[in-house]
């Protein structure tokens, strides 16, 4: 909710997409990141 908030300030009306964007990115890309990190230390077994 911060990050929409201080999009509008930022961008006006458009700047709550940007800033709900720009959060919900961060978290991906740091769960692709831990998956990749997690995939490469534990191997599957067969």
């Given at each position: 909710?911060?990050?929409?908030?201080?999009?509008?300030?930022e961008?006006?009306?458009f700047g709550?997409?940007?800033?709900?964007f720009d959060l919900t990115a961060a978290g991906i890309?740091?769960?692709i990141l831990f998956a990749f990190l997690v995939?490469?230390?534990?191997k599957p077994r067969s």
């Open positions: 909710m911060h990050a929409a908030m201080a999009g509008v300030e961008y006006g009306v709550v997409f940007i800033g709900i890309s740091a769960a995939a490469i230390i534990f």
